[in-house]
């Protein structure tokens, strides 16, 4: 305790009420015994609250990441398809990233990790998208999915999107 009493400087955590609560959370019960102790939200956490609030009320993003969901488990849950996007972007001499669930873990870094991948994975994804569409080996329904995220990946709203939350989450790391 004495050492604690000398060294001990600061509590930094998230702001849920069990760790920062103003009754009972852990930052107040250290600073009953700490009285000089500095608690502190951490900044991170607090910049992604302010993100996800920013594109919250923006709502424009929803439709966004609805797409990016689809592509994360349209490659995640099938090694075919993994298989067919790395064929494409060895062809195209593109370096696939990895692709990732965005917005999943609440750290701007995973969603510009997501969003990044998508943004240096385009071309890839274009072709993947386009040889898939008119693979006659697919069934119908199967084609026509990948001609609609061909059409979504392609279409110039998408594109302003994709740099848009590119430049801006790369600005919030």
């Known amino acids: 305790m004495e ?8 509590f930094c955590s998230d702001g849920a009420n069990v760790m920062l609560g103003v009754k ?9 015994d700490f009285p000089n102790i500095v608690l502190w939200h951490c900044l991170n956490h607090r910049l992604e609250l302010a993100v996800a609030q920013a594109l919250e009320a923006t709502g424009g993003t929803k439709d966004f990441q609805a797409f990016l969901d689809a592509l994360y488990t349209l490659y995640c849950q099938s090694p075919k398809s993994m298989r067919e996007l790395s064929e494409c ?5 593109i370096t696939l990233r990895r ?3 965005v917005f999943n873990v ?5 969603s510009w990790r997501a969003v990044n991948a998508v943004w240096y994975s ?3 994804l274009a072709q993947h998208f386009r040889e898939a569409s008119e693979d006659r080996t697919k069934d119908g329904r199967e084609r026509a999915k990948f001609q609609g995220l061909l059409s979504k990946l392609c279409s110039i709203n998408f594109v302003k999107n994709l740099a848009l939350m590119a430049d801006g989450t790369e600005e919030s790391l």
């Open 3 to 10: 050492l604690l009493q000398e060294m001990l400087i600061g």
């Open 99 to 101: 692709i990732v669930r």
């Open 106 to 110: 609440r750290w701007v870094a995973s």
């Open 89 to 93: 972007a060895h062809n195209l001499h």
């Open 24 to 32: 009972s959370g852990v930052g107040k019960l250290l600073q009953d």
């Open 122 to 124: 385009y071309g890839a």
